[in-house]
């Protein structure tokens, strides 16, 4: 359904883009996006979070040190697994990890957490505005000595997963969304109850 809103078409018409090929985004599409996810919601505007961008041979860092911290973190993992955990690296031209930043103090880090996730919706978002395609990614652990070494993870920050970017593939085609209906995921507090969203 089309929303008289530009922007909010734009919102809803953003699907994940699971083929990505050359060329990655160009220097300027990339730091673009990488200034809308600058731009969240941020309490205490903290800049909770942090974006490692890997290219090209830099993809290979990204992917050993992912291959390395699975060993480390999933040892009861056939071998021949960890060469495809090394090969997510490579599943488009460029990648940003999202780097979860959370400053001591006030704020709670699950606020500060949220705001990283942001992050990474608004690269997704500003990439898909852009004609980039894009997919959040992410492996069943946030830290590691490999991931520390490579990303330069501090004791406090953890990476929530990361986000390929590319174009979109010829063959690639999302499956159609499944139609959502509001009241699905909406109630409305009235007249001291809760109620269905109509
Ligand atoms: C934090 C996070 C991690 C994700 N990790 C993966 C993943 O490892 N593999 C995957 O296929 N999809 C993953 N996804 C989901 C896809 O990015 C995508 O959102 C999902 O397939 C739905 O497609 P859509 O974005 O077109 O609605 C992840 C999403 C988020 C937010």
Known sequence: MQEPNPLINLI??????????EP??????????????????????????????????????FGDALA????????????????????????SPTLVALISSPKPGKIAVWEQSATAACAGYAIV??????????????????KGSALSEVLGLTEDEEMLGWIHLGQPGR???????????????VTVLADNARRPYR
């Open 125 to 142: 978002l500003a990439a898909h505005a852009l004609g980039v395609g894009a997919i959040w990614k992410s492996v069943p652990f946030t």
């Open 24 to 61: 990655g985004p160009s220097p300027d599409q990339l730091r673009s996006i990488l200034l809308a996810a600058s731009a969240v919601p941020d309490h205490g505007l903290l800049r909770p979070f942090r974006f490692v961008v890997a290219e090209g041979e830099g993809r290979a860092q």
């Open 68 to 91: 390395r911290t699975a060993q480390e973190r999933m040892p009861g993992l056939p071998p021949h697994k960890f060469d495809g955990i090394r090969q997510k690296a490579f599943r």
């Open 171 to 185: 063959d690639d085609e999302a499956s159609p969304r499944v139609p959502l209906a509001l009241d699905e995921v």
């Open 12 to 21: 809803v018409s953003r699907r994940s883009v699971s083929t990505l090929i």
